[in-house]
């Protein structure tokens, strides 16, 4: 049977679990109970989930969040997300062969009062921003209910292995995503004003402004909040090209929480589509969970993500091609190889750059849409609703951060006597963590081959600062008024060579050059974080450039954890002076078989792009209509369609805007669609308050 479960991770604990079976098509498999049915389907090597009723074609988990549908299995006789769903011990999985039956109609089942509860502020979403408003909101005394649709605070953090940039001093900056969330829940809970309901997704807002909400999955309860604070973070966007519908193309959220949440090897051979620091992040999580990193494409002339991430993969050994597009993803059933093409400036393709290479994943990173439309019906209704974090602004999350304790001040401030002015300075530091990236504007000047001294391989304008603050010697240097700065080593405040600096920076940006005891041979110190299995001192290495280009192999003389940092392991080497101090990182993934291109082409189909991957309707499709001059996005949907799925528009809605720009439709004619009423798709029963037997027939 085949096991795709992750058995050892750098930096994450591997925890079995309690091992059941389930059935899948009448197979017996082995799961672990209370993991996403998707996760356990991964785990034992399935990919396919069902097939589309509209053409047969094969589909696969895409969102891994409940956002899309693409993952609609039936369970124990019922249509249900793999995604959302957990595993219980002898369930029968199917997949979904044309659209499914309705269930055979139960005997009436016994009904309940719905619950309704009145609470100041209705938080929805506890990842960075709604759990740092909370914690504002608690503080001062307002009474709030914090609601989340997974069993664990966090969000995103907890999909995030990698420590943080930012400012040390106020947003966790060197210290992982998912430790970040453990601290944040544990301030939280501590303030007896927040209360927590997890596994509780908001499905309504309604006119008479009270919010429905199923409450542990399966109870359905009214709540009546003051306001509502909608942390609910960002959606991945799709991309249209050949075959972007076949399972594994899928989306890094999806990735990071097959890898990062449910320790499920999600692919052996990965391909990235989209250099921000989403994509860039990813490719480092595969590498860390045994993951072999095809590639990397961007479209633009240089990723959009930060420089000390891409380099970081570069090094590596994992190729990043700008100014390259995905032209198709290949196979029958599932993804089998991935075809990618140079472009023009005017993002055209140019005819002969194409290369196919083998990849069983396509990982798409290509940028976040907000989760914002709750929000704009409860406004519709007269509410008082307000945004924070991604749901109001995509930015890193630890502007997210800064953006929910500006937004939880500013409520209480609404809802108390007592208004407690925001700091300038929050609104000044959230400004600088959601800058973008600036210019790479310095090189490291060359200094002489003596003492002990640290090598920033961090030259472009980024919101960090976390080597300066661990320098028991106060010897780096950014501007405290200008966190975009990049570090300056002041000579004369002498370094000790403790080391810090190398293991705290998240960029893995930090060399140490140690001329102390051989000048001609220096000692030099980088950072290592894939554990203490797969190097040991006395094993040889090759070391690379700040770019990724080899300076040779040289021998491992001290391997060793580093102190307070989790999961950061010091490297020593004694390299000849001139390589020690160009010396910037280890190759993890030398093997060139993994990123050579495969010899084949395998063209492209431009008008077969699907776009509305729900109701598979194609690019061709959908321009054909605005050739023919529909401008109303609703209009289309009835015609096509297209928007009409499980996912309500969620994926395709601004793709569909996409084509009607690239056919030269000014935004200011088109009508967008009328959002619907349920956000989530929900049982009838439950609004009836049906008791949940655990049977579900009754529903
Ligand atoms: S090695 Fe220690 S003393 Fe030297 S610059 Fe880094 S943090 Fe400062
Ligand atoms: S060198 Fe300093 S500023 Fe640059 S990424 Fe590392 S910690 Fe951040
Ligand atoms: S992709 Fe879900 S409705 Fe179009």
């Not at 089998?336 to 005017?346: G, L, M, N, Y």
């Amino acid at each position: 049977m085949a096991d795709y479960r992750i058995k050892e991770h750098p930096v994450l604990d591997i925890n079995s679990g309690n091992d059941i079976v389930f059935f899948w098509e009448g197979h017996q498999m082995k799961g672990r109970e209370g993991e996403m049915v998707s996760a356990a389907l991964f785990a034992n090597g399935v990919r396919t989930f069902s097939y589309h009723s509209k053409d047969g074609a094969p589909l696969g988990l895409f969102c891994a969040n409940g956002q899309c549908g693409q993952c609609t299995v039936l369970i124990n006789g019922r249509p249900l997300k793999a995604c959302m769903t957990p595993l219980r011990q002898n369930m029968r999985i199917e997949p979904l062969r044309g659209l499914p039956a309705l269930p055979e109609e139960a005997a009436p089942g016994e009904f309940h009062e719905i619950e309704e509860v009145k609470t100041e502020v209705l938080i929805i979403g506890g990842g960075p921003a709604g759990l740092t408003a909370a914690l504002e909101l608690g503080k001062a005394g307002v009474k709030v209910l914090l609601i989340d649709d997974k069993e664990k605070l966090g969000g995103k953090l907890v999909l995030q292995t990698h420590k943080f940039f930012g400012s040390v001093e106020d947003s966790f900056a060197g210290t992982r995503g998912f430790e970040i969330g453990e601290i944040l829940e544990k301030e939280v809970r501590k303030l007896s004003e927040v209360d927590i309901w997890l596994n509780t997704a908001a499905i309504a807002v309604y006119s008479d402004k009270k919010v429905g909400v199923l409450k542990d999955n399966n109870r359905y309860v009214l709540v009546q909040p003051k306001m509502i604070l909608n942390a609910t973070g960002a959606r991945e966007k799709s991309l249209p090209f050949p075959g972007n519908t076949l399972p594994g193309v899928y989306g890094a959220g999806a990735f990071q929480t097959l890898v990062n949440r449910d320790l499920v090897k999600a692919s052996d051979k990965l391909f990235i589509v989209g250099g921000g620091n989403v994509g860039l992040i990813a490719g480092y999580h595969a590498l860390q969970a045994g993951i072999d990193v095809v590639g990397l494409i961007e479209a633009q002339k240089e990723v959009g993500g930060y420089k000390v991430h891409k380099d970081k993969l570069m090094r590596m050994g994992v190729p990043v091609y700008t100014r390259h597009t995905v032209v198709s993803a290949n196979g029958k059933e599932r993804v089998e190889s991935v075809t990618i093409a140079e472009v023009d400036e005017r993002f055209r393709v140019l005819p002969g750059s194409e290369k196919t290479f083998a990849c069983d994943t396509l990982l798409i990173a290509v940028g976040l849409d907000p989760v914002n439309e709750f929000h704009f019906q409860a406004c519709d209704f007269g509410m008082e609703s307000f945004l924070a974090g991604d749901a109001e602004e995509i930015a890193e999350a630890s502007a997210a951060m800064f953006s929910g304790k500006i937004k939880g001040l500013e409520l209480a401030g609404k809802l108390k006597e007592k208004k407690k002015e925001i700091p300038e300075e929050w609104t000044r530091k959230m400004g600088i963590l959601k800058s973008r990236p600036g210019k790479d504007i310095k090189s490291e000047k060359d200094r002489p081959n003596e003492g002990v001294y640290p090598i920033f391989n961090c030259g472009q304008e980024i919101p960090c600062n976390p080597c300066t603050s661990v320098c028991p010697r106060q010897a780096i240097y950014i501007d405290p008024d200008n966190m975009m700065d990049v570090p300056v080593f002041i000579e004369e405040k002498g370094c000790i060579g403790c080391m810090q600096c190398v293991a705290i920076c998240p960029g893995l940006a930090v060399t140490l050059v140690d001329f102390r005891k051989e000048s001609r041979h220096p000692l030099v110190t980088l950072p290592y974080e894939f554990g203490d299995k797969k190097l040991a001192v006395g094993d040889n290495a090759v070391v690379t450039d700040k770019e990724g280009h080899p300076l040779g192999e040289y021998e491992v003389v001290s391997l060793k954890k580093a102190g307070k940092v989790s999961a950061t392991y010091l490297v020593q080497f004694q390299m000849p002076a001139e390589a020690a101090k160009k010396a910037a990182g280890l190759l993890v993934q030398a093997d060139r078989e993994i990123t050579d291109p495969l010899k084949e082409y395998i063209p492209e189909i431009r008008d077969d792009e699907i776009v509305c991957r729900c109701e598979r309707v194609t690019a061709g499709e959908i321009r054909e209509l605005i050739r023919k001059g529909i401008r109303d996005i609703n209009q289309l949907k009835a015609v096509s369609r297209a928007g009409m799925g499980a996912c309500g528009g969620k994926t395709c809605q601004s793709i569909i805007l996409r084509l009607m720009r690239e056919e030269g439709v000014d935004m200011k004619d088109v009508t967008k669609d009328t959002l619907r009423p349920l956000f989530f798709d929900t049982p009838l029963g439950y609004f009836a308050g049906i008791k949940e037997d655990g049977t579900n027939e009754s529903l």
